[in-house]
């Protein structure tokens, strides 16, 4: 661990992998599917706050929390009671053909928190995919229309309908096309790559312009369009934060055609950008908003929040024997009242330590191109020169692998971008950490040393 730091963390104690996580690693190539992604060998056996720690006794600081998941932090208290409570009354009831009182708590707070003044009606799945899968089949039995759009960059899950809406890496899509018919997709506004070769803010987001002048001209008919899917920041593409008008224009157009708006808030929401949803910061009011990740902690649960008028479906037009279990409601509803308690201004605060302390970071280190982000949501893109702006995709491997081996935990996105998204409970000691780590893995990196 650093010179006088009172964390526990990063602490390693061995070379990871160590041998319990060498076994445990031989043993799940035998017995698990092998179309999971491990970026190292992690095998955790414990998270308490910030801390992972592995099984043969290393502690890591995590800037993952799980995929963006654990925003209160590994096994946060009140988190652990309010599971601890509820699976001592009820565990399992199925919300498709009972009623409980947690599901519908969950449902009221989730209808009073999201962006927008219409009332709001709540369905409930397990993950993002399906809180995708349940706004993409709800946008086409309101609408009774067939077509969407969505963006190049984006992903949406791996499920058919959420997958024929991604367009991240043709490795997710390989093998399984023909997909959903009727999804067309065009370039989100990654204005430090511009698909249109045009420069912010001259290009006035023509990007969205495009869309109306061009797409709707030549190709797709507006008037069959039900709804375009859009991440308020772009997650898995590379934590690309458009411009402040985007969101505006494009939202404008859907009102233009009567096309509904869906955000996926999966990776952005639930507080991670400082806000409670990311499309907080663009003041625009989606009619379909998908969550899950951060939204119970860590206990699988998704959820598609639409308007009242827009949630017209009939009895068993769609249903999840799973979706708003009981426990992870609980979990849900102990989550939020964190956030609203401390954990929102905490993401916006620690969010600005960290990119402020990446841009004093930026002059040394000419591996970084771009960083971007809102509260604990950055991209730090990595460049082999910043001329060309050239990806430098085995330099941020090399980087992430290590990261991991000094005890700090990150995951890439995007070609060649590294993402910070800690828990929203750090604090600067945890911010100065991971910042000392990263600046001394660049500069080996830069230096051609194997880190």
Known sequence: MPAGSAKPYPFMKIKP???KARTLVNLDSQFVSQSYTRNYPLVADRGEGA????????CYLDFTAGIAVCATGHS??????AITRQAKRLIHMSGTDFYYSSQIALARKLSEIAPGRKPKKVFFGNSGAEAIEAAFKLARYHTKRTMAIAFYGAFHGRTMGALSLT???TIQRKSY?????????VPYAYCYRCDYNLTYPSCRVSCVDWIKDSLFRSSVPPEEVAAIFVEPIQGEGGYIVPPPEFHAKLHQIARDHGILYVVDEVQSGMGRTGKMFAIEHFGVE???IAVAKGIASGLPLGAMIATADIMDWTHGSHASTFGGNPVSCEAALATIELLENGLLANAATMGDYLIKGLMKLQPQHPLIGDIRGKGLMIGIELVKDRSSRAPAIDERNRVVQGCFERGLLVLGCGQSTVRFSPPLIIDQEDADIALGIFSEVLAEVEKGVSP
């Open 17 to 19: 992998p160590g041998p």
């Open 51 to 58: 801390m992972v720690v592995d099984v043969d006794g290393n």
């Open 76 to 81: 946060h208290p009140k988190v652990v009671e």
């Open 167 to 169: 367009a991240s890496k």
């Open 177 to 185: 096309i023909p997909l959903v018919p009727g999804v067309v997709h």
């Open 286 to 288: 989606p009619d379909i």
